[in-house]
Nanobody
Framework: QVQLVESGGGLVQTGGSLRLSCAAS????????MGWYRQAPGKQRRELVA????????NYADSVMGRFAISRDNAKNTIYLKMNSLKPDDTAVYYC????????????WGQGTQVTVSS
């Protein structure tokens, strides 16, 4: 099992910034990819960005490209999501994900952290 603990959500005004953190613990050797998703009220959970922890390309959803940036600290088993130029449409619960790419045999989710952007 892998446990994911997210932090860093909150309330911010339009144009502001936040940084989310996700720390993984447990059977870390079973996963090799981590990423961020979000779910707005009444909508499906959607992938924002994911990264293979050993390196490789990073793909962002069009809605956040150029504004959000993922980074990782492998020594701390932690990933971050720096969010800039936030908009009210970014309001959602943000979830951290960890899995074994490409099989997804092991798939874990954090508890979610609320991000609210006021207009």
């Amino acid at each position: 099992q892998v446990q994911l603990v997210e932090s860093g959500g909150g309330l911010v005004q339009t144009g502001g910034s936040l940084r989310l953190s996700c720390a993984a613990s447990g059977s870390i050797s079973s996963i090799n990819a981590m990423g961020w998703y979000r779910q707005a009220p009444g909508k499906q959970r959607r992938e924002l960005v994911a990264v293979v922890t050993s390196g490789g390309s990073v793909n962002y959803a069009d809605s956040v490209m150029g504004r959000f940036a993922i980074s990782r600290d492998n020594a701390k088993n932690t990933i971050y999501l720096k969010m800039n130029s936030l908009k009210p449409d970014d309001t959602a619960v943000y979830y951290c994900n960890a899995h074994d790419f490409p099989t997804w045999k092991y798939n874990y989710w954090g508890q979610g952290t609320q991000v609210t952007v006021s207009s």
